[in-house]
């Protein structure tokens, strides 16, 4: 028997679950929604996937080098942010606006903050924000799917939450829940979402409390402030609509740009909610989910500090 006793820096418990293999699984939990998708959008939401993922791998691979530092395309990490951004954006976005969002996202939001775990808020999207402001009709221009194309005319469609905000026909919540439906071509889908959202569960690399918290906050304060007084809203369209089911799994849920405690998760999750649900109805805006995870991404640090547990023989943090 070996006696010798090994000194080594903190953290002494470690896993053998790899950078990697987190990302890999996200990639995983996402081919469902990359599939809808291209099933209702078309082949151009392949190529549009294509060329947000190599433009990221290639922007962060250059980056690295030219900042001197070892390279870390091999961990998927902007792999995954390509895609992201891929499925947060209409599938009939120039393909050139689509690079420069994969420019903000690695090399502003990302690479100039140090790399993976210094980014403060979600890359892919901040870039989906960037895009919006600058080039904000092409953003917000939406075809309906294949399926719809031949019986709806393209010029005047809208997303669910365009047409509640200009009081259209509202789609009914099957075609809602199974894709059928105009917007950006990963959060069409609401069931696709869940399946990858039910694969990072079982595996472990997200666990429930943001996830339900977000998406239970928001249902429930869209039943509560509902257009014909309290307690009238409609809160499962507004949970299929839009994008909340891959904010509320895929991006709020971020390692490093959400709370480190449980409690700190709820707290988090309900401020997502909240924020979507009044961006929603009181601004001009029909969508909110990503700035409601923006606002909350920045407000994560004052979040931790407030919640992270007294160290041992310490003062409890008030």
């Given amino acids: 028997m070996d006696s010798r006793l090994y000194m080594s820096s903190s953290p002494h418990i470690r896993s053998g679950v790899t950078t990697q293999r987190l990302m890999?699984?996200?990639?995983?939990?996402?081919?469902?929604?990359?599939?809808?998708?291209?099933?209702?959008?078309?082949?151009?939401?392949?190529?549009?996937?294509?060329?947000?993922?190599?433009?990221?791998?290639?922007?962060?691979?250059?980056?690295?080098?030219?900042?001197?530092?070892?390279?870390?395309?091999?961990?998927?990490?902007?792999?995954?942010?390509?895609?992201?951004?891929?499925?947060?954006?209409?599938?009939?976005?120039?393909?050139?606006?689509a690079v420069v969002g994969s420019f903000f996202a690695i090399v502003v939001v990302k690479q100039l903050f140090g790399g993976i775990g210094q980014n403060f808020v979600n890359p892919a999207l901040a870039a989906r924000a960037f895009l919006i402001i600058s080039y904000g009709t092409r953003m917000t221009s939406w075809t309906p799917p294949l399926a719809k194309a031949a019986e709806i005319d393209a010029a005047t469609f809208a997303t669910p939450l365009g047409a509640l905000k200009e009081g259209g026909q509202l789609p009914n919540l099957l075609d809602m829940f199974l894709g059928n439906i105009g917007g950006s071509m990963g959060e069409t889908s609401a069931l696709a979402l869940i399946i990858g959202g039910?694969?990072?569960?079982?595996?472990?690399?997200?666990?429930?409390?943001?996830?339900?918290?977000?998406?239970?906050?928001?249902?429930?304060?869209?039943?509560?402030?509902?257009?014909?007084?309290?307690?009238?809203?409609?809160?499962?369209?507004?949970?299929?609509?839009?994008?909340?089911?891959?904010?509320?799994?895929?991006?709020?849920?971020?390692?490093?740009?959400?709370p480190m405690t449980t409690r700190g998760m709820v707290i988090y999750a309900a401020g997502c909610g909240?924020?979507?649900?009044?961006?929603?109805?009181?601004?001009?805006?029909?969508?909110?989910?990503?700035?409601?995870?923006?606002?909350?991404?920045?407000?994560?640090?004052?979040?931790?500090?407030?919640?992270?547990?007294?160290?041992?023989?310490?003062?409890?943090?008030?």
């Fill in 24 to 97: 890999l699984d996200v990639i995983i939990a996402l081919i469902p929604a990359s599939f809808a998708g291209v099933y209702f959008f078309g082949l151009r939401a392949a190529v549009l996937i294509a060329v947000t993922v190599i433009s990221c791998v290639g922007f962060e691979y250059l980056m690295r080098k030219v900042m001197k530092r070892n390279n870390t395309v091999g961990d998927l990490s902007a792999a995954v942010t390509g895609l992201l951004l891929a499925l947060n954006v209409p599938p009939t976005l120039p393909l050139w606006m």
């Fill in 198 to 258: 039910m694969y990072l569960l079982i595996r472990g690399v997200i666990s429930w409390h943001i996830p339900v918290v977000y998406i239970g906050t928001a249902g429930l304060l869209a039943w509560i402030l509902g257009p014909n007084g309290l307690f009238t809203g409609e809160p499962l369209f507004h949970i299929l609509a839009g994008g909340l089911m891959i904010g509320a799994i895929f991006m709020a849920t971020d390692y490093t740009t959400s």
């Fill in 274 to 318: 909240i924020l979507t649900i009044l961006f929603r109805l009181y601004t001009n805006m029909p969508e909110g989910v990503s700035y409601a995870i923006l606002l909350m991404n920045v407000a994560v640090p004052l979040i931790d500090r407030f919640t992270k547990p007294a160290r041992f023989g310490g003062k409890a943090h008030v």
